[in-house]
């Protein structure tokens, strides 16, 4: 025991780093970006702030349904990793439930247009995204989805709070 957690098996413990390395990369990617850089650090303009949500809105609106598909897929399985899988996958999609209505709250609440945003076409990224996801989620055993989850995961947990604060304070 380590600081009063329990010591992590091996293949947890060769796992955790090289995605704790990629969240921390990818914070860095985009904090320094010239347009995402200045949503993260309050600088951002109203209208560039509506950009970001919109497309936010659009993968957000994916997400309960590529977790369902990977629930899906796992949905026979009888062993036991195929079974927590499933039963994780689960509770993430439940878990989901409503995000991209916060997403267009957020929106309306800045004067934004809910219905163009729900009208539009993502962007280019968001639609690379977006086709990632779904091949993913096709294949017979899409535990990528829970990689892409955990970095989202992980970038909202570095980000999410000094950006709200940073947004807030502007």
Do not use: C
């Not at 091949?135 to 055993?141: H, P, Y």
Request: glycine residues 10%.
């Amino acid at each position: 025991m380590i600081s009063g957690k329990p010591a992590l098996s091996p293949p947890e413990s060769t796992l955790i780093a090289p995605l704790e390395q990629l969240i921390a990369d990818t914070v860095e990617t985009v904090t320094a970006d010239p347009l995402l850089g200045r949503v993260f650090d309050g600088t951002a303009s109203r209208e560039l702030y509506l950009r970001f949500l919109g497309q936010t809105y659009h993968y957000v609106a994916q997400t309960q349904d590529q977790l369902q598909a990977g629930m899906r897929a796992f949905e026979a399985a009888t062993d036991p990793i195929g079974r927590a899988l499933y039963e994780r996958f689960r509770h993430h999609a439940a878990e989901e439930v409503g995000h991209e209505r916060w997403v267009l709250d957020d929106i309306r609440a800045l004067g934004g247009d809910v219905d163009a945003v729900q009208r539009a076409t993502p962007g280019a990224a968001v639609r690379a995204y977006l086709a990632m996801g779904s091949f993913i989620v096709q294949s017979r055993r899409p535990i990528g989805v829970m990689g892409i989850g955990v970095l989202l995961e992980g970038i909202s947990e570095k980000l999410g709070s000094s950006s709200a604060r940073n947004l807030k304070e502007r």
